[in-house]
């Protein structure tokens, strides 16, 4: 199915869901295995190399039979000296002479053995890296469940990789074998200064410089763009793409030494959650990993750290911008069974949406249909919420645009005078995707909302700017809208601005409107 077409009336969404999240798992762990395998290629031939260095230093390191045999015969022949010009003070013969080890020569052994013990170590770690990730792609076949289990036990999988810490040991690995290659490059270095070669050890200490400066500028220069670009046009500076894990290591370590100094300067520290520990499943009669990861999604299944929700979300991040991965997702949240977890979600994720969502679910309606009531506008109330945290992030998005902008009448037709933002669009968007029908009704909604000075906020305002702005709406609907406005009081001076310049924009509107017809009849 093409990311850009509609999925069929009769496709299951929880398949689409399932199928995205397949794509980007495969995406994602053939890029790892990748890098891993290329890393792995690497270091076997670089440990081939510094091997033959770790013999050489393993030579010095150790007394030679040769050299000791030389002393020997040296002591003898003092002695025999000693026989026919006796020496008072000569020193006895010692049968085991030892040999110096020059400090220079054990510091070429550290570098050699120290670096040949990473890279072979990076090389173990990298064999179990592919065997995690192996198991944490493969495909669950032959476990009881629907498609919805499925994408649940593929999050999580992620989230136990990302728990666990296998993408952190992951990127770890390149930062070993660097790490390797700079202490083979230190041996060298003092080698050639120990052999007195040092035109050989300046040019090559030359060379090695560059190499480690160019190693460290590239890892810096992404933490300096992100903290110091800020400041400057993004039109005029190219985004940096030395995108390495030590420099991403780079730049949490400056994060965070950043928070730490404005915690120093300001004394005001946030608090934090601790989280609760997993209940971990236990692996008896289980076959293999797929089976256990079967048994441990049934465990957690209602938790707040691995169920359907948070995989939804998971993958939503990443695709609610593909119109048929929209469409999919707005029919799986659609299921009041998930409803819960995509509270947590907005809980967790999104407190200001929380909050309106936790005043409606204490909404109580009157009337002899009140449950009813109660239950549509809290199951409205959850999608709409769910989408707009999907979609909207601090700018207009048309991802479901149009179901957004429905639910939104439907909440406010349920409940008037309840707290619920409109959703933002541009003026394009609106004039595009949403008939004019329903623009009209929206208008119609935000009137009766100003005139009986009920909650209204910055996204109402902008909703009447933009549509208004298209230029069809009627003179007498704007009139309304005038009115409504004049009357409403808003206590923010933020609103208050919005306000004014809703009104200048209407008179402008109504003036224009209003001026041909009056050339028209003179």
Same mark, same amino acid.
């Given at each position: 199915?093409?990311?850009?077409?509609?999925?069929?009336?009769?496709?299951?969404?929880?398949?689409?869901?399932?199928?995205?999240?397949?794509?980007?798992?495969?995406?994602?762990?053939?890029?790892?295995?990748?890098?891993?395998?290329?890393?792995?290629?690497?270091?076997?031939?670089?440990?081939?190399?510094?091997?033959?260095?770790?013999?050489?230093?393993?030579?010095?390191?150790?007394?030679?039979?040769?050299? $000791?045999?030389?002393? #020997?015969?040296?002591?003898?022949? %003092?002695?025999?000296?000693?026989?026919?010009?006796?020496?008072?003070?000569?020193?006895?013969?010692?049968?085991?002479?030892?040999?110096?080890?020059?400090?220079?020569?054990?510091?070429?052994?550290?570098?050699?053995?120290?670096?040949?013990?990473?890279?072979?170590?990076?090389?173990?770690?990298?064999?179990?890296?592919?065997?995690?990730?192996?198991?944490?792609?493969?495909?669950?076949?032959?476990?009881?469940?629907?498609?919805?289990?499925?994408?649940?036990?593929?999050?999580?999988?992620?989230?136990?990789?990302?728990?666990?810490?296998?993408?952190?040991?992951?990127?770890?690995?390149?930062?070993?074998?660097?790490?390797?290659?700079? #202490?083979?490059?230190?041996?060298?270095?003092?080698?050639?200064?120990?052999?007195?070669?040092?035109?050989?050890?300046?040019?090559?200490?030359?060379?090695?410089?560059?190499? +480690?400066?160019?190693?460290?500028?590239?890892?810096?220069?992404?933490?300096?763009?992100?903290?110091?670009?800020?400041?400057?046009?993004?039109?005029?500076?190219?985004?940096?793409?030395?995108?390495?894990?030590?420099?991403?290591?780079?730049?949490r370590l400056v994060r965070a030494l950043?928070?730490?100094?404005?915690?120093?300067?300001?004394?005001?520290?946030?608090?934090?959650?601790?989280?609760?520990?997993?209940?971990?499943?236990?692996?008896?009669?289980?076959?293999?990993?797929?089976?256990?990861?079967?048994?441990?999604?049934?465990?957690?299944?209602?938790?707040?750290?691995?169920?359907?929700?948070?995989?939804?979300?998971?993958?939503?991040?990443?695709?609610?911008?593909?119109?048929?991965?929209?469409?999919?997702?707005?029919?799986?949240?659609?299921?009041?069974?998930?409803?819960?977890?995509?509270?947590g979600i907005l809980s967790e994720r999104?407190?200001?949406?929380? %909050?309106?969502?936790?005043?409606?679910?204490?909404?109580?309606?009157?009337?002899?249909?009140?449950?009813?009531?109660?239950?549509?506008?809290?199951?409205?109330?959850?999608?709409?919420?769910?989408?707009?945290?999907?979609? %909207?992030?601090?700018?207009?998005?048309?991802?479901?645009?149009?179901?957004?902008?429905?639910?939104?009448?439907?909440? $406010?037709?349920?409940?008037?005078?309840?707290?619920?933002?409109?959703?933002?669009?541009?003026?394009?968007?609106?004039?595009?995707?949403?008939?004019?029908?329903?623009?009209?009704?929206?208008?119609?909604?935000?009137?009766?909302?100003?005139?009986?000075?009920?909650?209204?906020?910055?996204?109402?305002?902008?909703?009447?700017?933009?549509?208004?702005?298209?230029?069809?709406?009627?003179?007498?609907?704007?009139?309304?809208?005038?009115?409504?406005?004049?009357?409403?009081?808003? $206590?923010?001076?933020?609103?208050?601005?919005?306000?004014?310049? #809703?009104?200048?924009?209407?008179?402008?509107? +109504?003036?224009?409107?209003?001026?041909?017809?009056?050339?028209?009849? +003179?």
């Open positions: 199915m093409s990311r850009n077409t509609k999925p069929n009336a009769t496709s299951d969404p929880w398949e689409t869901c399932l199928n995205d999240a397949k794509r980007y798992l495969a995406g994602d762990i053939e890029m790892w295995k990748d890098g891993v395998q290329n890393l792995l290629i690497f270091a076997g031939l670089f440990s081939g190399v510094v091997t033959a260095f770790s013999i050489e230093s393993y030579h010095s390191l150790r007394a030679d039979p040769a050299e $000791k045999t030389v002393l #020997l015969l040296r002591a003898l022949l %003092e002695v025999q000296y000693n026989a026919t010009r006796p020496q008072p003070n000569i020193a006895p013969i010692n049968f085991d002479p030892q040999i110096p080890i020059t400090a220079a020569a054990r510091r070429i052994g550290i570098y050699n053995f120290l670096s040949l013990t990473l890279s072979l170590i990076d090389v173990m770690i990298g064999i179990l890296c592919l065997q995690w990730l192996r198991e944490y792609g493969r495909i669950p076949d032959g476990m009881p469940g629907s498609r919805r289990d499925e994408l649940a036990i593929y999050f999580m999988r992620y989230k136990g990789m990302e728990k666990w810490q296998v993408f952190t040991i992951l990127t770890l690995l390149p930062l070993i074998l660097l790490f390797s290659l700079l #202490l083979f490059f230190a041996g060298i270095i003092e080698l050639l200064l120990d052999i007195d070669a040092e035109d050989c050890a300046s040019v090559a200490s030359v060379f090695i410089g560059f190499a +480690t400066a160019f190693m460290l500028i590239t890892t810096l220069l992404p933490t300096f763009q992100s903290f110091f670009s800020r400041s400057l046009s993004r039109r005029h500076v190219a985004q940096c793409p030395y995108k390495s894990p030590q420099a991403r290591i780079a730049y950043w928070r730490f100094g404005n915690y120093l300067a300001s004394k005001w520290r946030r608090g934090s959650n601790l989280e609760h520990d997993a209940h971990k499943p236990s692996l008896g009669g289980t076959q293999s990993w797929s089976d256990f990861d079967w048994l441990l999604y049934n465990e957690l299944k209602a938790s707040q750290d691995v169920n359907l929700g948070w995989g939804l979300h998971w993958i939503g991040r990443r695709y609610m911008q593909s119109e048929g991965f929209a469409e999919a997702f707005y029919q799986c949240i659609r299921d009041a069974t998930i409803h819960h977890n995509l509270w999104d407190p200001r949406r929380w %909050e309106v969502m936790e005043k409606a679910l204490s909404w109580r309606a009157v009337g002899a249909d009140a449950l009813q009531v109660e239950d549509k506008y809290k199951r409205d109330m959850t999608i709409f919420q769910t989408l707009a945290h999907m979609t %909207e992030r601090d700018q207009p998005s048309t991802a479901c645009l149009d179901k957004r902008v429905k639910l939104f009448l439907k909440i $406010k037709r349920l409940r008037p005078d309840g707290e619920v933002d409109c959703p933002v669009a541009s003026s394009f968007d609106w004039e595009n995707l949403i008939s004019d029908e329903t623009r009209q009704s929206v208008l119609e909604v935000l009137i009766k909302t100003l005139q009986q000075g009920r909650e209204c906020n910055a996204t109402h305002i902008s909703a009447i700017d933009r549509i208004i702005a298209l230029k069809r709406t009627p003179i007498a609907k704007l009139n309304s809208i005038q009115e409504a406005l004049e009357g409403w009081k808003p $206590k923010e001076i933020s609103l208050q601005v919005d306000k004014m310049t #809703l009104l200048n924009h209407i008179r402008t509107l +109504t003036a224009s409107t209003v001026r041909p017809h009056i050339l028209g009849d +003179t």
